[in-house]
C-alpha cells in the first residue's frame, strides 16, 4: 500500500497516550488523566470513524477507501489493534496507577473486596441505595432499546436476567468511603452494586459490565425545506438513538449470555468488543483531587505577560504600531477576549465580523459580541453549526447573538468553516481602521488553556484587506474574492503549498540545502503526501512535527532518510500549524493537511514577518524533532519509539522559555 490508512494512524496515535500512561516522569494523577483522555478518545473514535466503516460496509458495499483498504479490513485491524491497547491500559492501570496510589494512601478499591471494606460498602448501600434500584427484567425480551454510552450491568440470578443502568449522573461514580489524614478509601459504584446485588435478587448473581456504543453522525434530510438549525435540532435529538457502533463488555461473560444480548440488541458480531470489568474510563476527568499532594499533579505555571499589551494605555495604537504575537496557554487568552470586549464596549467601533467554530458554553467571546450587538454595532457571526459535538452549544449562541441584533449565518453551503479569526472597524478621522485577530486555534477561552496555539493581534492592512474579502464570500457565496497575502482554502491554500514545495525542489536541483519545517494536527492528504514524496526524492527535506493522524508512508530509503516526522505528546495539546517554507515565508495557519482542510473547509494561513516571533517558530519545530523526553518517531512501522535526545526539558517547557523572551 502506498498509504498508511488514517484511523490505524490515528489508534497509533491512541498508543502514544498510553506511553503517557507508563511514563515515569509524568505525575502520577497526570497519568489517571491520560487514562480518561485514551477512554475519551476512543469513545469518540468509535462513534464516528468506526460507526463510518460500519455505515459504509453496511449501505455502500465493502469498497476500498481512498488509501486502498477495504471496511472489512479496517474494522478487524482496529477490532485487533484495540483489545491489546486496552489489555496494555488495563495492566497499567490495576499494576501501576493503583498500587501507586496506595502507596500515597488513596485506596482505590476495585476487583475483589475483603475485609472491613466489605462491611463499608455494605454500610453505604444500605444507607443510599437501598430500596432505590430498580432492575430490569429482560429474560423474555426480544429486543432491547438501551441508552447510549450508559453503563448497565448484565445480571444472571437463577434462570432469570436482569439489567441494571448505573445511574453515575445521580449517584456517582467515585464514592469515598473513609477518609483520613493518613489514608482514603474510594469505590465505584459499580462495585457497591455489584457486592450488594444478592439484596434485590435474593441469591448470589453473576454480574458482567457492558455498555453500547452508537453511531454520532448527524444525517442530515436535504429534502425536508427547513432551515439548517431545525435539521440540525432534529438530528441531535437522534444521535443518541444512532446505529450502534460496538457493544464492549466483560471479557469475563460466557459467551451464551453476549451472544442472547448481542441478538437482543440486533448487533452482528463484529460489534463485539472485550473489554476489562469497568468501562467509560474517561470518568476519571472526574477522580476525587488532593490538593494537600501537590507533588502528583503537574505545578500550574505562572501565566506569561505580553509586553506590548501590559505596558500600553493604547491598545489600538498598540497594534496598529506593531503586530501582537501570542502563545497560548502559556499566555492568557485574555488578551483576546479582552481586545474584543474592548471593541464591544467602545463607541468609535462600528463593526465587528468572526467566524466561530467551537464555541463554550459560557463563551466569553459570545457576551463580547452580544453587547456589540446590543450597542447598536453591526456584528456578522458565521457560526459552523456542523462542528461535531459542538452543534447545540454553537447554535445556542447563535440564536442568543440573533436576538441581540447581529446578523448570523449558521455555515455556508459546500465548505465548513473553520478559519479563526476576527476584524474590527473603528472610525478614527473619518475613516474606518480594521484591526485583525488571526489564530490557529479556536475562540474558545476554555480549550485555550490545554491546547498549544498562537495568534496574531494586527492592523496591518497585508492583513485586514484580505480578511475583508473573506467576510465578503462568507456573506454572499457568490463574491469571487481575491487574496495578496493570505493563503486561504478552498481557493490559494492548497496552490501556495504546493508552489513552495515546488521551489524547494528548485533549491535542491540547484545544490542549495533545502529544507521545510511543517508543524501540523495531521498529515492525510494522498495528493499533498505524494508531492512530499516527490520532493524528497529530489533531495527536499522534510523535518515535521505530526501530532495526530499521520498516512505518510515512505516508499524507499532516499524518502525515509528525507522526511523526519515526530509526534509530540505532553501536558497541553499541541494544535498549532506552522509552515516554515524558507525564511522568508512563515505562516501559521489553521489548516492541517488532510483534503478536507485543503479543499472542503474555509481555511485561512496568514504570514508571519516579525524576525523574533519566526525564530520562536523554527526554534519550537526543531525543539520537538529533537524532544527525546515526549517525542516520538512517525514512520511506517508506527511503533512510536522514542526520539533520541539528550535534551533536559519536554519541548513545551523549552517554548515557554522562548515565550517568556519575547
Known sequence: ??????????????????????????????????????????????????????????????????????????????????????????????????????VEGIHF?????????????????????????????ITDKDSLDLKNQAIYHYIVASDKHYLLELDYKKWGRFITLSQSDDETRIIQLDDICRNNIHKIVGEQAEVYAFKISRDAELYIDEEQDESIVKKIKKSLKKRDTGLPSRLLFNENIPFNYINKLRKKLDLDMTSLIPGGRYHNYYDFFAFPSFPDKPHLYNQPEASLPCPQLDDS????????????????????????????MMAANDPQ???????????????????????????????????EVLA????????????????????????????????????????????LVSYA??????????????????????????????????????????????????????????????????????????????????????????????????AADKGVQFQMVVRGVCCFQAQNQTQKNNVKIVSVIDKYLEHTRIYWFDEEQVYLASADWMTRNLSSRVEI???????????????????????????????????????????????????YELVSKL
Not at 114 to 129: A, C, M, N, R
Not at 315 to 338: E, G, I, M
Not at 356 to 375: D, H, M, Q
Not at 627 to 649: A, H, W
Open 349 to 383: 467601533v462600528e463593526e465587528i465580523y468572526t467566524t466561530l467554530y467551537r464555541v463554550s458554553n459560557t463563551s466569553e467571546i459570545g457576551v463580547a459580541l452580544e453587547k456589540a450587538a446590543l450597542a447598536g454595532k453591526k456584528v456578522f457571526v458565521l457560526s
Open 109 to 137: 478499591l476495585c476487583g475483589d473486596i475483603e475485609g472491613d471494606d466489605v462491611k463499608l460498602i455494605e454500610g453505604y448501600f444500605d444507607k443510599h441505595l437501598q430500596g432505590h434500584i430498580t432492575l430490569m427484567d
Open 1 to 102: 500500500m502506498k498509504y498508511i490508512d488514517r484511523d490505524l494512524s490515528w489508534l497509533a496515535f491512541n498508543g502514544r497516550i498510553i506511553q503517557e500512561v507508563a511514563s515515569g516522569n509524568v505525575p502520577l494523577m497526570e497519568r489517571l488523566k491520560f487514562v480518561a483522555i485514551f477512554s475519551s478518545n476512543l469513545e469518540e473514535f468509535y462513534k464516528v470513524r468506526v460507526a463510518s466503516h460500519r455505515f459504509a460496509q453496511k449501505y455502500k458495499g465493502d469498497k476500498r477507501n481512498k488509501y486502498g483498504y477495504r471496511p472489512s479490513f479496517i474494522l478487524q485491524q482496529i477490532n485487533n489493534i484495540v483489545s491489546e491497547q486496552q489489555a496494555k491500559l488495563g495492566q497499567l492501570f490495576y499494576d501501576k496507577i493503583v498500587k501507586e496510589m496506595a
Open 388 to 431: 461535531r459535538f459542538d452543534e447545540e452549544s454553537n447554535i445556542y449562541w447563535g440564536e442568543r447573538l440573533e436576538q441581540a441584533g447581529a446578523e448570523v449565518k449558521y455555515g455556508i453551503d459546500t465548505y465548513k468553516v473553520h478559519a479563526k479569526t476576527f476584524l474590527v472597524k473603528r472610525r478614527e478621522a473619518d475613516q
Open 605 to 655: 494561513g496568514f504570514p508571519v514577518w516579525d524576525a523574533a516571533a519566526k525564530d520562536l517558530l523554527l526554534k519550537q519545530i526543531q525543539y520537538q524533532l529533537n524532544d527525546g523526553l515526549k517525542g516520538r518517531i512517525i514512520d511506517n512501522e508506527m511503533n512510536n519509539q522514542y526520539v533520541e535526545g539528550n535534551n533536559k526539558l519536554p519541548s513545551q517547557a523549552y517554548l
Open 437 to 534: 485577530y488571526l489564530g490557529t486555534g479556536n475562540l474558545n477561552e476554555k480549550t485555550a488553556r490545554i491546547y498549544a496555539d498562537h495568534g496574531i493581534l494586527s492592523a496591518d492592512k497585508r492583513y485586514t484587506d484580505d480578511l475583508n474579502e473573506v467576510f465578503k464570500f462568507l456573506m454572499d457565496t457568490s463574491y469571487e474574492p481575491s487574496f495578496k497575502h493570505l493563503l486561504v482554502a478552498p481557493f490559494t491554500l492548497r496552490l501556495k503549498v504546493n508552489e513552495a514545495i515546488d521551489n524547494a525542489v528548485k533549491r535542491a536541483k540547484a545544490g542549495e540545502k533545502s529544507t521545510l519545517y511543517i508543524k501540523l494536527n495531521s498529515l492525510e492528504d494522498p495528493e499533498m503526501i505524494d508531492k512530499i514524496r516527490k
Open 313 to 340: 494605555k493604547d491598545w489600538y495604537q498598540t497594534v496598529k504600531a506593531n503586530n501582537v504575537f501570542l502563545s497560548f496557554p502559556y499566555q492568557k487568552f485574555d488578551y483576546v477576549t479582552d481586545f474584543l
